[in-house]
């Protein structure tokens, strides 16, 4: 085992004395487990995570209302997406409970449970997101990645690629411009503005002719992804498909 492996399972000895822990997500009840972080089963079971049986478009990953045959769902648009720059974006489950949780304490702490890192493994392995090869974070601006001290995209992408065995790139995709902070006053069509060209491929030797799997703690706008994948294409990946924990 390397160095940095017998540390972080001494972390992980360390931080499993610390349970039970309160429920991230309820506050009330209790977290028996560190695999289980960061909420209680009763916060779990009310999440909603989804099973791959659901109705979703088959390109941004929308519920979509009524029940499709299995055959026909890859036909399924929600028709607000058209212009997006990605392929097809999935997510683990809706941002509420369990998983809202998960999204925000990533922003605080660079730890992916064990039960949150089997659900974006599981996610992954549906179509049409199996058929990507390489794990692309989203990147953070590196003045925002320095003051927080870690990336939380980057940090799924390793839990990610660590179970499912698939490559990751953390270095190809990189941020040039415009942080939250500085977009925080801006409506909905000006952050979209400033996102579009906030990206870039720094290797693109790296990413031509893969298909991608891009990673993010949350599914928004789209705007992130659709502007990191259109930066993905731009330097010739094939296709660009997203992951995120949680769509909003
Ligand atoms: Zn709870
Ligand atoms: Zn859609």
């Known amino acids: 085992m390397s160095l940095a492996g017998a540390i972080d399972l001494l972390a992980d000895a360390a931080l499993a004395l610390l349970y039970p822990h309160p429920c991230a997500a309820c506050g009330v009840e209790s977290v028996e487990a560190r695999a289980d972080a960061p ?3 009763a916060c779990w079971r009310a999440t909603r995570v989804f099973t791959g049986e659901e109705t979703l478009c088959w390109k941004c990953g929308a519920l979509a ?3 499709v045959p299995e055959e026909k769902r890859s036909d399924v648009r929600c028709r607000r997406c058209e212009a997006e720059g990605f392929t097809a974006a999935r997510a683990c489950g809706l941002y509420e409970g369990a998983l809202r949780a998960a999204v925000l304490g990533l922003k605080r702490e660079p730890f992916v449970s064990a039960r949150l890192a089997r659900l974006l493994a599981e996610a992954q392995r549906r179509a049409p997101l199996d058929s990507a090869a390489l794990v692309v974070p989203v990147p953070l601006h590196a003045e925002r990645e320095r ?3 870690f990336n939380q995209a980057a940090v799924l992408g390793r839990a990610l690629s ?3 065995g698939l490559r990751l790139d953390e270095w190809s995709l ?6 939250a902070r500085h977009r925080a006053g801006m409506d909905a069509r000006g952050r979209r ?3 579009e060209s906030a ?3 720094a290797r693109p030797r790296l990413v031509r002719g893969e298909r991608v799997l891009l990673v993010d703690d949350v599914f928004t706008t789209g705007a992130t992804a659709s502007a990191c994948a259109a930066a993905l294409r731009a330097a010739g990946a094939r296709e660009v498909y997203v992951l995120t924990v949680a769509r909003a």
């Open 162 to 164: 660590g179970r499912t």
């Open 193 to 195: 503005e400033t996102v």
């Open 199 to 201: 990206f870039e491929v």
């Open 39 to 41: 909420a209680c089963a």
């Open 65 to 67: 209302p009524g029940d």
């Open 147 to 149: 003051g927080r001290g």
């Open 174 to 179: 990189v941020r040039v411009e415009g942080s």
